[in-house]
């Protein structure tokens, strides 16, 4: 039977030759889609042959071959053979996968090293083992345990582009015994085996570039060897040397047959002197390990046992030393996620017989060199801090670690194959590799196939890019423009009041450091001049505090400026980089902005430019941050704020030390050429013409040029200059951002073809005429190659380098790298012909800017570090870009500053959210970048009210996919449906979502009239959901075949600080002003006619009850209410709370609006009226829709049914908000005046009901506000005014609704005390949470006693009243009698309330040494047998429970709530009443320095009784954490 190919294959194949044919498609445009299968199942014996054709070099990868167990009839074809699952065995390289999952490392020829005209074919045989059979050869057994009934499979994969069958039939010579297969199946049955490759004609080859050039390119790389060789020369010198043997030169050949194979296969083995034993071993883990691991895998695999319980004891080391040029290479298997830190890695001089292994490698005090995170570590000691901008606590699973010690003694470390530079010199010459499973890593294995195009394309395909900034020479910096020397910067004298200047002005420190973290602001003693750099470096650290430095620039003269605490306090003139973000007049404009300050140790360096077009720069250890400001003016002065661990800091007046600054770009080396003739031209017109290839984008005013679709599209992106280029001009772009997922890059020339004639082919090396392009290192003129192996290598370079080409007027075209002249490139290009400059952004390079323009670049265009990043080609909005939020699934990777999601594991857990909370009609617009079409199912995206930060735990608190969150309430479009909560709300809505694919644009916003609406590159598919409550995220799903997206949209900026709130003081709020009214006195000398609601309100309202009640019938807003008569002057406006509806989120606002309300069309909430409104909003003020205080008086979300709202206007026009008769103090100032009093029934709230002297709220109770001017007589102590604690009736007592004085009362109950002991009247229990204090309107002191004494409300806890005795008089007491605290422990609060007073028999935890008491009749002296004397106890109880409620005296317990079933502490306490006089006041006994109360000094904190029925139990405290 003849073999032929099944008519069912991957959409990009095409059949001919009845079907034994087959051609992949668009072969330069795609790389996968190419899988094919046999018509027939395999009969055993036959090998299914076919023959390369046709193969490609615009991709890595080739041909891929293997068998299948599912049927091609029903086969949903995958894009490649790798994602081929259920029973699915695929050689791939010269690795074998199973299912997608490696399972053989080494095995056969190198699939992707075959040529057109090569055979290879398949087999199984009649024992169940696969082989691979390579131009007649079989290269023996690939996997066994294969099911009888398999199709062959081959995957036409990166280069391989057409085969053809041969044949299908058993090999010619078969002498296969049942023998010899057993042995094969045996040898191969453990999947980690070593297997012999067949010789190698040729090195694999390798697009990536083996170093970075940094091994002079690290500006402390002098200092860090000579550390490394002081450290390690006293080691290695007492190691004995080997003994001599022979061994090879770098001279010498090795030996015959080996080849190369001694340095690039270490696994074949070679000859190396260890100990003066001859050794052949291929390079595993030592048997002798950490005490923890487990070694597999024939000692290639180690893995650290109880990954969740412990975190280190996991140091393994290789079984031999490391020869010089071997690669010692691992691939990370597992990691958890419980752990912080991860994986180190290094060499060290100790034999692993002889070393007791420590816990961590680190510990190790001699001979170790360890890469740690993204620094070097030397005998446990840092030596390098950032030695590459990898850091290995970020590496995924899958990803490679290597190391090499060079024969020059140098130590390289290598992550995904690329060289990070030089580690360390003079590394000693017998070295181990060590690997530490510290953390997160839990599982490595070695590999020994050190191929760079394999790892990527199967284990990294998206692979980080490489820094900019990594092997950059540092070049003298002159950014100056004056002639003439400036004066020294230096640090101005007057400088902050806790800081101070030495060292002739150059050095500034806080001396106590340790005591005060603020107050150490200090200023140049000099403007800045425009681009001259300020810089210092930290020179001091203290570990006490939170945050660090700070610097920026300021407008204020430092000799007249009264220096505030911290700069950020100054509310005009500067300019601050504070943590990772940025500050103008103390309010954020920038949230994620360059490497955070807070993470800077000693010896790091920060600085800031301001450049003469007014845009602002910071540096941090040298590497420009990017532009953080613009329209600066000129003449600031610099500031630094040695705030929290910053102590000390010198200015750096060292310019050769600083690197050079950008000129036009955010980052990158793109200053002009020093010797380019167009360094001294002005060259500002240039720019990039209007006309460009198909996928290219100008923006930038025509300075920047990007390939859109850059993962989905490689060509097509050719762009040109907007005029002709003069003789010796330079045209110089410089590289922005790269993508990882192409081969090949940019390509630069010059064209003598005008733009307007130019028809934009696909690659700029099509064009057959009149063009000079460099590609590679290839120089083609007219599409043909000229010469070959020219001085640069495009395809080598990386974001940030520079390229420039000038036609000389001898007609020489010159190409220029990073400002050196690479030489001509070739002659004879027309003198008098016009030339354009060409840029071809093809493949891996995306983006460039041009460097001699002269206007500031786009903050949004800032390079990124990391792969691909996607700009906004025009945001909908001016502002921030927005960000994802650090929260998100465990399956999420998030890059490029928060811009850019990745899901890296299967098709689930890819929820991300939106930094912050969408405001209205605000829209969150992302871009697909990337698909994976193996999986079904798309993007789901919605608005949610849950908040990103409560999520506990990334691995644990979010669920799998978006249509299983319903923790909080969440709106969504999946497909055509749109559901709340996973229930469906509407069918058929819009375009499906599931027909996104890459490029395509999705967005959400909640728009002003509480709806939700999607939109589709742009166009609004119309309201998808109604009633969306306020305050929510944007909130998406990388679901299933959706992999990749970038944020396309920005945020809108907020209003200046000036409308920031005046300071909420009032004088009228003081303690002491005892004449000020009352609301009863007010009520009584006003006559005002009543208030009622106007017939004009919101649509949703019914007014009832005279219009003193207003009900919200339906929905959840359009619920505007306001007065009929305007609000006089000094006139309390109140509102009872009648009803609440749990079923929203969110709740009453009420204020006052200026205008007349007669004829006033309502909007649907609040917060939409802009014109002439002051609205208290949950605890914020807002003024015309914007926020003008924060934590202002109680979440009014909070306050319960029952609870009276009021709104007074003060003779000063100040606004004053009232709860429960309680003035919560000055919310806004100039009021006009008439104003009306504005409601807002939204959310919870549906029915409120104005209080007035006759007007009842409707179901209410009459309620007894005690007013000052009803007080006794008795309520005035010796003069001094006593502050009455306000107890709200039953219905207003906000216990109803307390979750936290639910909690208390829920662990009460455990304690299983009898109720006898507690008072009936469940309203003298008060919860003492920050809302509920707010809402009664608490202080946090009061006097009580005779003479009166201070104690502090114990907030934090929940009081239970106890039963008092009756034969107690009680009125006396509480009048006279001092209030106190005492702290005790659980196993003491029976005893104590059996006693019913803290002394006798108490054994309280505070108890003291015991004293001899003189009992009446029975004191004598201690007699020989004598009962026991009877004792007093001293008992501790202080004034606030600040001090009593410390853990020395209340011992936290823990216990689980029955409700929620989680795990909470738990602290009691006593609320006592004491006779004064029984006491003594004295110190804290516990040896604590700083002052635990504001109010009571450490000195008289303590109070200390021990007179029986000296106290009086009150009440009992309990707190839970």
Known sequence: MAAELHSRSGKLIGLSNSNRTAQRNQPIQEFNHGLVLSREPLRDRDVFTVRIDKKVNSWSGSIEIGVTALDPATLDFPSSATGLKGGSWIVSGYSVLLDGRSILEEYGRDLDQLGEGDLVGIQRDTQGNLHLWVNGEDCGVAATGLPPRLWAVIDLYGKCTQITVVSSEPPPSDQETSEDSEEQAEAAAPVSQEVSALPRSQSRPDKFPNSLGTENGFGEQDLSDFVNSAILSAYSNSVSEPMDVPRCSQGNSPPEGLGASLTVAPNLGSISPIGGVMTNDALLFHEKCGTLIKLSNNNKTAERRRPLDEFNNGVVMTNRPLRDNEMFEIRIDKLVDKWSGSIEIGVTTHNPNNLDYPATMTNLRSGTIMMSGSGILTNGKGTRREYCEFSLDELQEGDHIGLMRKSNGALHFYINGIDQGVAATQTPTVVYGVVDLYGMAVKVTIVHNHNHSDRLRRNNAIMRALSPDVGRNRTALHLSTDSDVPERLLFHSNCGQKAAIINDGKTALRPHATDDFNHGVVLSSRPLRSNEVFQVRIDKMVDKWAGSIEIGVTTHNPAYLQLPSTMTNLRSGTWMMTGNGVMHNGTTILDEYGHNLDRLKAGDTVGVVRKDDGSLHFFV????????????????????????????????????????????????????????????????????????????VITNGGRTALRQNCRSEFNDAIVISNRCLRDGELFEIVIQKMVDRWSGSIEAGVTAIRPEDLEFPNTMTDIDYDTWMLSGTAIMQDGNTMRNNYGCDLDSLTTGSRIGMMRSASGDLHYYINGVDQGVACSGLPPGKEVFAVIDLYGQCVQVSITSSSGPLDNSLSTSNNTEKSFPIQSPVPGVAHRFHSKHGKNILVQNDGCQAIRAGDFSHGIVFSMKELKSDELFEVKIDQVDDQWSGSLHIGLTTLQPSDIPCIATGLSASLLELRSKVTWLVTGSEVRRNGILQKQNYGCSLDRLGVGNRVGVKRCSDDTMHILIDGEDMGPAATAVAKNVYAVLDLYGKITSISIVSSTVLEETESTKAPSLSSDSCSEEEEEEPTPCEMES?????????????????????????????????????????????????????????????????????????????????????????????????????????????????????????????????????????????????????????????????????????????????????????????????????????????????????????????????????????FNEDAKLNLCYCESCHKLRGDEAYYKRGEPPRDYALPFGWCRFALRINPRSDMANTFKKWHIAYHGCSVGTLRTTLDQCELVSGSLSVFSVAPTKVDVQNEYTETEENSAPERE???????????????????????????????????????????????????????????????????????????????TLLYGLLIRVE
């Open 621 to 696: 250890n040298g590497v420009a941050q990017g532009p953080a400001a613009w329209n600066v003016p000129p003449n600031v002065y610099a500031v630094v704020d040695l705030y929290g661990q910053a102590a000390q800091a010198t200015i750096m007046d060292d310019l050769a030390d600083l690197p050079p600054l950008p000129d036009d770009v955010s980052e990158g080396n793109n200053q002009l050429s020093p010797v380019s003739p167009c360094s001294v031209m002005s060259a500002t017109d240039l720019r990039f013409h209007h006309l460009h290839g198909n996928n290219a």
């Open 1085 to 1317: 000398s006003l006559a005002v006619k009543t208030m009622e609601f106007l017939e004009n309100h919101g649509k949703n309202i019914l007014l009832s009850n005279q219009n003193f009640t207003a009900t919200r019938v339906s929905s959840y807003n359009q619920g505007l209410l306001v007065t009929s008569q305007p609000l006089p002057r000094q006139h309390l406006f109140q509102v009872q709370i009648d009803r609440l509806n749990p079923t929203w989120t969110s709740s009453l606002s009420l204020g006052v609006i200026g205008n007349c309300p007669e004829r006033f069309n309502f909007p649907s909430t609040a917060c939409c009226l802009k014109r002439s409104t002051w609205l208290v909003q949950r605890d914020s003020v807002f003024h015309n829709s914007l926020k003008i205080c924060e934590n202002y008086g109680p979440n009014l979300d909070t306050c319960p049914e029952g609870t009276l709202l009021g709104i007074l206007v003060d003779g000063n026009n100040c606004l004053h908000l009232y709860v429960n008769g309680i003035d919560q103090g000055l919310a806004a100032q100039d009021i006009p005046n008439p104003c009306f009093p504005l409601v807002d029934l939204y959310g919870q709230c549906e029915q409120v009901t104005i209080i007035t002297n006759h007007v009842q709220a409707v179901g209410a109770e009459p309620v007894d506000i005690r007013c000052q001017a009803d007080m006794e007589k008795a309520d005035m102590v010796d003069g001094i005014k006593e502050s009455v604690c306000w107890t709200p009736p039953p219905e207003v007592n906000p216990m109803k609704t307390c979750e936290y004085q639910a909690l208390c009362t829920r662990f009460k109950d455990l304690l299983t005390l009898p109720d006898g002991y």
């Open 1432 to 1510: 007093a106890v001293k008992v501790k109880l202080s004034p606030t429970m600040r001090y009593s409620g410390l853990e020395a005296f209340a011992p936290k317990v823990q216990f689980r709530d029955p409700r929620s079933h989680r795990c909470h502490q738990a602290q009691v306490a006593f609320q006592v009443c004491v006779r004064p006089g029984s006491y003594k006041v004295g110190a804290q006994s516990l040896g604590i320095v700083e002052a635990l109360d504001p109010r009571f000094s450490n000195s008289e904190i303590e109070w200390i009784t021990k007179e029986k029925g000296g």
